[in-house]
């Protein structure tokens, strides 16, 4: 699976939430957060039903991973066709560099990952700081 980093944040626009997973502290409105940008594209073949697998696979991990604040995902409906075949925009937030660093190798990510396997045709990532 081949990772691209791009600070191409027009791709985002089209996101649209489908649901959220974990407590925002109310406090921490103001205060920067780091977010962690996924979006996918699905190989052909992949079935609905695996694409739903994966994507509930990773609405679970808010649940199992302390470190994400915050969770949202959506499927694109830009109307701009920009989206060169990214379907699935997925946004996990963290409060620090630290929390990141504990996710990325973090053996519940690591799981999911291994489910994504050969099924995602490319996949986008983009992490920032909020301003």
Known sequence: MRVILIAFAGLLV????????AATNSSK?????????V?????DQTSEEKIS???????ELP???????DFEYGLNNSPEGLDKGFTHCFMVTFATEKDREIYLP???HQAFV????DHVKDVLVVDYWTE
Do not use: M, Y
Not at 29 to 37: G, M, S, Y
Not at 63 to 69: A, G, H, L
Not at 114 to 117: D, E, N, Y
């Open 29 to 37: 409105e103001n205060e920067k957060v780091l977010r962690h940008i």
């Open 63 to 69: 649940s199992k991973i302390p470190q994400i604040i």
């Open 53 to 59: 697998e994966i994507t509930s696979s990773f609405a």
């Open 14 to 21: 089209g996101c649209t939430t489908l649901g959220t997973n």
């Open 106 to 108: 973090h053996p519940d």
């Open 114 to 117: 291994k489910l994504i396997g």
């Open 39 to 43: 979006l996918f594209q699905w190989n």
